[in-house]
Each structure stands twice: as structure tokens, then as C-alpha cells.
């Protein structure tokens, strides 16, 4: 798993999204346009992670204010993530892993509601030049989503210096 101050590893995976187009989307390629906030969540339409995506799709505007974009994380399908920002109305893309390629070596599993290996629920901030600024990280599976604040506010931190 990567820590604060540590370089990323360039990924490529594909995304589903909520107007169903079928991409793959690479991190350095997001990177190149600003600051990256990675939101991991375990399971699609799950109660705290329906709270989680929609928060930050609530809080968007805050976000790319501060000069980021926002992708979700999960190791569900690409059809199941699609299925998901459609009915939650998610306009950023929701990166799946499915094949748990990119997720050992990047983020905290655990088993949850028998699917092994899934995230850990919380938020990796990644600079331009590909280290990791901030993270956040729950737990517990259930654990209550604390919000968009931190994120913000490691995005003003990073902003400034």
C-alpha cells in the first residue's frame, strides 16, 4: 500500500460511468490535468458507500474549485460501478478493479459481506507529479463516511505549498 510522500505507480483501468460510455482511464493522464482525489469505497449500492460517492458528487464544485477531479475506486464490475453512478447521478468516472490488479499494491483490503479483498473505504490525494499528499482511511467497513472537509482542506494545504 502507498503512504503520504510516496510516488504512485501509473495504473490504467477501466471506468464505468453514469452515461454508460465504456473507458479505460489512465492516472497519469488525469494527473496531467491537476490534482486527483481517489475515493475508495468496498461495495456499490451499499448504504455508507451510496453516502460517500454522493457526497463527493455533492461537493464537486468545491473540489474542482480547488483545482482536483474526483474518481471513485471500487473492485466491483465496470458494468456494476456504471449501473451505480446512473442511478446516483455520479458525473465523474468510478474506476474498477474487478481483477484486484492495481488495489493490493495501492490500498487496504478486507473481506466484507463475503466478497474478499475489497478497499477499504476512504480517499487518497495525489499531486500532479504523482506522490501522495494525504489519505484517509476507515477501519471498519461500516464506518460513518466523515465527509468532504478533510479532502478540501488537503487540497488548500496542497494548493498553497
Known sequence: MIHVGQKV???ELPVGRADLHREKVRLSSLLAKGPVVISFFPLAFTRVCTTQMCDAR????????LGAQVVGFSCDSAYANAAFAKEQGLPFPILSDANREVVDALWETQDVAGVARVPKRGWMLVAPDGTVAERWVAEVPGAAWPGNGPIEAALSKLASG
Open 9 to 11: 505507480q501509473d495504473f
Open 58 to 65: 455533492d461537493h464537486l464544485g468545491a473540489i474542482a474549485g
